[in-house]
């Protein structure tokens, strides 16, 4: 599956952004979904997680929850990330994942468990 990750851009502390990742091919309803993120000089670090069903389970990390939620339509092969109440902490590339197999919460947040990777999109918060 390819991936292709757009909706970044500059926003202010306080704003909101909705990310895509569209993905190509007729299998996307086989893959769970992630999204991460870089900031320069750091590691990837994971942001949310959904299982393969749009309305399934989901994961959040605790910096993100209650503020980001992960959503996908299995009809438009497109998984989203909307952000609220962004803050300049959450300045960073995002990145959209793609894997098959279990959903737990070890491998779902684990970029090692990823098999297929967008181009990633910026996302910067100005305070």
């Known amino acids: 599956v390819q991936l292709q990750a757009s909706g970044g851009g500059l926003v202010q502390a306080g704003g909101s952004l909705r990310l895509s990742c569209a993905a190509s091919?007729?299998?996307?309803?086989?893959?769970?979904m992630g999204w991460f993120r870089q900031a320069p000089g750091l590691e990837r670090e994971f942001v949310a997680a959904?299982?393969?069903?749009?309305?399934?389970?989901?994961y959040y990390a605790d910096s993100v929850k209650g503020r980001f939620t992960i959503s996908r339509d299995n009809s438009k092969n497109t998984a989203y990330l909307q952000m609220n109440s962004l803050k300049p902490e959450d300045t960073a590339v995002y990145y959209c994942?793609?894997?098959?197999?279990?959903?737990?919460?070890?491998?779902?947040?684990?970029?090692?468990?990823?098999?297929?990777w967008g181009q990633g999109t910026q996302v910067t918060v100005s305070s």
């Open positions: 994942a793609a894997r098959t197999g279990a959903f737990s919460r070890m491998v779902s947040t684990a970029r090692r468990y990823y098999n297929y």
């Open positions: 091919g007729r299998t996307f309803s086989s893959y769970n």
């Open positions: 959904i299982i393969s069903w749009s309305g399934g389970s989901t």
